[in-house]
């Protein structure tokens, strides 16, 4: 059972574009919603995350729009850069459970060109 | 570096073969959680221990096992190996207040079973 759906799978876009990356959830008991990048070879790095009672988070050129009713949550790279090109995944978790374990979407490839 | 550490970086083994990863997780952390990463599944959580003791259980095959130990390193043993265990496996850790939530990753283990 996926819990955490994600699209694309893959993503091309120019210098200075702004990919945006969708996830949906189904478990209403999630409250926190992280994305992460990662690097070929490399271990997970924690970029931003939101909770439900926020509808936007931004942290430099990254944007989380959130959207409780749809159950849905996106991220945003505003100018984005060759150095952006990575595999990024969103998670959720319920923060107030005896294990606040991570449930990830499928990740999506980005590949930013010069 | 999110300050988490894997050894070893990488190993061979054989089917039938079992191996111990180890993590050291970021000072101060309490919890530790162990995820698998394979091509067809995706990032997936295997086990959480918080203070030395198993706080929750994912998709985790009965050969495998962790353990935190007093200094709150873990290790994951991995018994009975498959070809199908082949994957990244990845340690996380994250503090006791405050942002609880957030799950720093290591470098990971990639695990090759031949």
Redesign the interface.
């Given at each position: 059972q996926q819990q955490v759906k994600q699209s694309p799978q893959s993503l091309i876009v120019q210098k200075g574009g702004i990919p945006i990356i969708n996830c949906a959830y189904e478990n209403t008991a999630f409250d926190?919603f992280?994305w992460?990048q990662q690097f070929p070879g490399?271990?997970?790095?924690?970029l931003i995350?939101i909770r439900p009672d926020v509808s936007e988070k931004k942290e430099g050129r990254f944007t989380i729009s959130f959207n409780k009713s749809a159950k849905q949550f996106s991220l945003h790279i505003m100018d984005s850069q060759p150095g952006d090109s990575a595999t990024y995944?969103c998670?959720a978790?319920k923060?107030r459970?005896?294990?606040?374990?991570?449930?990830?979407?499928?990740?999506t490839r980005v590949l930013v060109k010069p | 570096d999110s300050g988490v550490t894997q050894t070893p970086k990488h190993l061979i083994t054989a089917t039938g073969q079992r191996v111990t990863l180890r993590c050291s997780p970021r000072s101060g952390d309490l919890s530790v959680y162990w995820y698998q990463q394979s091509l067809d599944q995706g990032l997936q959580f295997l086990i959480q221990y918080y203070n030395g003791e198993e706080r929750a259980k994912g998709n985790i095959l009965e050969r495998f096992s962790a353990q935190q130990f007093p200094d709150l390193h873990s290790e994951l043993n991995l018994s009975s190996l498959e070809l199908g265990d082949s994957a990244l496996y990845f340690c996380a850790s994250s503090g006791t207040s405050g942002r609880i939530n957030e799950q720093f990753f290591g470098p990971g283990t990639r695990l090759t079973v031949l």
């Open positions: 926190y992280p992460y490399k271990g997970p790095a924690l995350a995944f998670a978790s923060s459970a005896a294990g606040n374990k991570l449930t990830f979407g499928g990740g | -």
